[in-house]
């Protein structure tokens, strides 16, 4: 994998999470088995916990940012605040960790960072570095988000507490109330989730070449896949 005779040097943002970790560390060896160097970053405490007994190909780095928390996010705290943190905190780490000229690998050459963290986008667009979602969920869900927040957000709000509730989205087969993420009914606790996921449609929307990775093929998610080629 060279691109103008340059080996690629990609760094590669997670969210804290294990959902989150272990998809995108093998994704990541996916990409160093092709030729490219990979940073894998991820919040300070997050990367403690990581195993340091795994053995891991050449080429694969491991960096941390700041999330603002001296121990993560724990059950019981409050998860709006640990989210503006997260952003506010780790918007400034990852620039630094950008601007810091890496030991092994090169200079950077671009950017992938999963869901949830949408800010890193704007980071890489902040220091001239393409950027990648690496979305690791159903691409199907990825569709409902971006049509929630493109003209079906009134429907889907005053129906989505009928048990009958039928919703027909583009290149989507019928959606039933269940068939919906939780926190787009406005009662739900999650509903902060929302605003996340609306910023990942918006970043996405302002680039002008837009990229998303899912893990998935199109014998298994075909309708899904077809629907969200606007990106």
Known sequence: MRVMGVQPHILLVTFPA????????????????????????????????????????????????????????????????????????????????????????????????????????????????????????????????YHYFNGYGDTIKKNISDPSFSLKLPGLPPLGRRDLPSFLDPRNTHSFALSVNKEHIEVLDEETNPKVLVNTFDALECEALNSIGFF
């Open 18 to 145: 294990q959902g989150h970790i272990n998809p995108a560390l093998q994704f990541a060896k996916r990409l160093v088995a092709m030729g490219a160097h990979v940073t894998f970053a991820t919040s300070m405490g997050a990367k403690r916990r990581m195993s340091k007994s795994g053995t891991y190909p050449k080429g694969l780095y491991f960096a941390a940012f700041d999330d603002g928390s001296e121990h993560g996010f724990r059950p019981g705290d409050d998860i709006e605040h640990y989210f503006s943190e997260l952003r506010l905190v780790g918007s400034k780490s990852i620039a630094d960790l950008i601007c810091q000229v890496p030991k092994n690998g090169g200079p950077f050459t671009c950017v992938v960072y999963s869901n949830l963290i949408p800010w890193v986008a704007k980071v890489a667009r902040q220091h001239n570095l393409p950027s990648t979602l690496l979305w690791n969920q159903s691409p199907a869900l990825l569709d409902i988000f």
